[in-house]
C-alpha cells in the first residue's frame, strides 16, 4: 500500500497503464415542459406557497400570477437539475459494473475487488477515481451517486415538496453516498489515478 498525505493507494504490479470503459452519461430530457409546469403550479397551490384568496386589485392580482409562475419555472428547474444529476449518478454505478467486469477479466487487478453483495461500498474508489481523473466534471459525482442510490428510478416531479427540491436534494444526496461508502470495511484505499485511463463521454 502507497501512502501520499492523507491517502492510502492500493498497489498494483507493474507499471502499465490499464484501460476502462468510458463512462458514457446518459441525458433525461424532459418532454412535456407545459405539463410540468402544470404540476409545479399544483405543488405550489397544495402547499400554501402563496395566497389563494381573491385579491381586489387587479395590479396586485397580476404581480400574484407573476410570482407564481416564477416560483413554477424555478421549480421545473430544479426538478430538471435532479434529473440531470440523477441520470449523471445512473451512469457511474453502471460504469462501476463495466469496471468491475474490467478487474475480474485481469489477473493482476481482479485481486483488488471484493466480492460483496451489489452496490458493495468498496466500489467508494471508483467513485474517487473519477474525482481524480476528471476534474473539469460540472457534477458532483458523490451526490449524483447518491440520489441514485436513493431513487431506483426518478420520480415525477409531482412526488416532491418544494422543500425538497428547493433544499433538502443535495444534502439527501450526499448523506445517502456517505452513509453506504462508511459501509466499507477499513482499510480504504483509493486507485492510483496514474495507473488509470478512460473517456467520459456525455450521450
Not at 491517502?7 to 410540468?36: A, C, Q, W, Y
Not at 468498496?122 to 436513493?150: C, M, Q, W, Y
Request: hydrophobic share 40%; glycine share 4%.
Amino acid at each position: 500500500m502507497d501512502i501520499l498525505g492523507e491517502r492510502k493507494f492500493v498497489e498494483i504490479p507493474g507499471n502499465r497503464t490499464h484501460e476502462l470503459p468510458p463512462l458514457l452519461v446518459r441525458s433525461t430530457p424532459v418532454k412535456r415542459l407545459d405539463k410540468m409546469v402544470s404540476m409545479a403550479e399544483d405543488i405550489l397551490s397544495s402547499e400554501d406557497l402563496l395566497s389563494t384568496l381573491p385579491l381586489l386589485d387587479p395590479r396586485i392580482e397580476l404581480e400574484f400570477e407573476r410570482r407564481r409562475m416564477d416560483l413554477a419555472l424555478n421549480l421545473v428547474d430544479q426538478y430538471q437539475t435532479f434529473m440531470h444529476t440523477w441520470a449523471w449518478g445512473d451512469s457511474i454505478l453502471e460504469w462501476i459494473k463495466q469496471c468491475e467486469t474490467t478487474f475480474e477479466s485481469r489477473p493482476d487487478l481482479r485481486p483488488l475487488l471484493k466480492a460483496d453483495v451489489w452496490p458493495h461500498a468498496g466500489r467508494k474508489s471508483f467513485v474517487v477515481l473519477l474525482e481524480d481523473k476528471a476534474r473539469h466534471l460540472t457534477i458532483n459525482p458523490e451526490g449524483a451517486l447518491g440520489l441514485r442510490l436513493t431513487f431506483r428510478q426518478p420520480p415525477p416531479i409531482s412526488c416532491f415538496s418544494d422543500q425538497f427540491l428547493f433544499y433538502l436534494n443535495g444534502s439527501l444526496a450526499q448523506s445517502a453516498f456517505r452513509t453506504w461508502a462508511g459501509m466499507n470495511p477499513d482499510p480504504v484505499s483509493d486507485l492510483p489515478p496514474e495507473r488509470f485511463r478512460f473517456d467520459v463521454v456525455t450521450m
